[in-house]
């Protein structure tokens, strides 16, 4: 094995770096599907769609995070299985957590159809923006199971350590979604549907290479035909961790959702505002969540092997990476956003550039603090104590929400900007407090 696949020896910051950078370009990648789409539909449709574009990512993403949620939760098992080398157990858990998973994801498709129109309605999205949202969605929904294969997949090689092969898949899925973006709606005046059809069509090519990658180099991560039963205690432990994970994703994005509704109030030039600090922040978030996952992968096989020490030490340097991360992506955010709107959007209007210019300036100032919040979660996660991150999340987004509400009015998009800093102020306390109580020790 080389140093990414065991995490139970060696230098213990460059193990986080090497695993950490191949997630932290997959992050990155995998924001370019949406992106793709937005900069295709702000230039070829128009900044209505581009407004929309922004409602559906963010209706989208509560789906995707379910189903990303309880993969990284998977992904723990799998990881302290592999720490433990106990791979017979690994398969039964690859055979539970498959087709437990597709079973979920077939039916977060049929909810999120069902559901379409009343969300829409209920977040109060102006009614010229929700017929583009509508046309999106519809495509969107009934592609979920591919990118639920696509993240279990990643799930079980990063449990591995092997970070480096979904994101070279990832890669050309992105090449090929951009092909398909530019033939389906700048050529085929596809529209928006275009723009959706082609991020199906990418995802489920990525998703049928990484399994066919895992088959033929990583055969001990599939089930077989004798790994196919049932075993109460591990599908328990399966679902719990699971659905602990993916309801920690979702209600992270429940609140952005009930954010993204009080921003609908605001007119179309504040959706549109708004549509472009979440992409610029999307690549910013690529590097906590990466950081975030690389610290859990690293716990949770020390954990495996019995090696606290490890445990405690890769927590101690993964946070001190992320805090450097924090501070040099603030910088970055603020210098680069004027660049962002002209190449996103061309020309807007002063109250569009004003809102995301103002939002940046303020997010940038608490970013630090998102990305130290972060690395609890990695920790609490890599532990397996993933109610933690649930009740953070929850008082983030108690305050993120309530705060969005009371301050829209008077500051415009700015008011997101306070109310989320405010979020990450309570939760890094919060997160401070029972690490301080419970595991400096």
């Not at 949406?34 to 789906?63: C, E, K, P, Q, W």
């Not at 087709?99 to 559901?115: E, F, K, N, Q, Y």
């Not at 922040?281 to 020490?309: H, L, M, P």
Request: contains cysteine.
């Amino acid at each position: 094995m080389n140093m990414t696949d065991d995490l139970t020896n060696g230098n213990i910051r460059n193990q986080l770096i090497l695993l950490a950078l191949p997630l932290i370009l997959g992050n990155i990648f995998q924001q370019l599907y949406n992106t793709v789409d937005t900069f295709i539909i702000g230039r070829y449709v128009g900044h209505t769609a581009f407004a929309a574009a922004g409602v559906a990512g963010s209706i989208m993403n509560l789906f995707i995070f379910v189903i990303n949620g309880g993969c990284n939760g998977i992904s723990i098992i799998f990881a302290e299985l592999y720490g433990e080398r106990n791979l017979n157990v690994l398969r039964k858990e690859s055979f539970l957590s498959f087709s437990s998973g597709c079973l979920v994801t077939a039916m977060l498709s049929v909810i999120g159809l069902l559901t379409l129109s009343p969300l829409l309605n209920m977040i109060r999205t102006p009614k010229e923006v929700q017929v583009f949202a509508q046309d999106y969605l519809q495509i969107i929904y009934p592609g979920l199971p591919a990118a639920f294969l696509y993240n279990w997949c990643s799930a079980a090689l990063r449990a591995a350590g092997d970070t480096k092969t979904p994101l070279w898949i990832l890669m050309i899925a992105i090449a090929l979604n951009s092909g398909l973006d530019y033939l389906f709606v700048a050529c085929c005046d596809a529209g928006i549907s275009g723009a959706a059809a082609a991020t199906v069509l990418s995802q489920l090519f990525a998703s049928l290479v990484c399994l066919a990658y895992m088959k033929r180099r990583h055969p001990y991560l599939l089930f077989s035909r004798n790994d196919i039963a049932f075993d109460r205690s591990l599908l328990l432990k399966t679902a719990n961790l699971g659905i602990v994970s993916a309801l920690h994703q979702s209600s992270l994005y429940i609140g952005k959702l009930l954010v993204q509704g009080t921003v609908n109030t605001a007119g179309t030039e504040i959706i549109s505002a708004y549509t472009m600090t979440t992409r610029i922040e999307g690549f910013a978030n690529s590097f906590g969540d990466s950081g975030s996952t690389a610290i859990s992968v690293f716990i949770a096989q020390n954990k495996g092997a019995g090696k606290t020490g490890r445990m405690k030490q890769g927590f101690k340097s993964g946070t001190k990476l992320m805090i450097v991360l924090g501070i040099c992506l603030s910088a970055i955010m603020v210098l680069a956003t004027p660049f962002a709107i002209t190449l996103f959007m061309g020309q807007v209007s002063d109250v569009v550039a004003k809102n995301v210019t103002a939002y940046m300036k303020l997010i940038a100032v608490f970013y630090v603090l998102c990305f130290t919040g972060n690395s609890f979660v990695g920790l609490y996660r890599g532990l397996g104590i993933v109610h933690i991150p649930v009740l953070g999340t929850v008082l983030h987004i108690s305050i993120r929400v309530i705060l969005s509400c009371l301050l829209i009015e008077r500051m415009g998009l700015a008011a997101v900007a306070v109310a989320t800093g405010a979020g990450w102020i309570a939760v890094v306390a919060f997160q401070s407090i029972l690490y301080a109580c419970f595991l400096s020790e």
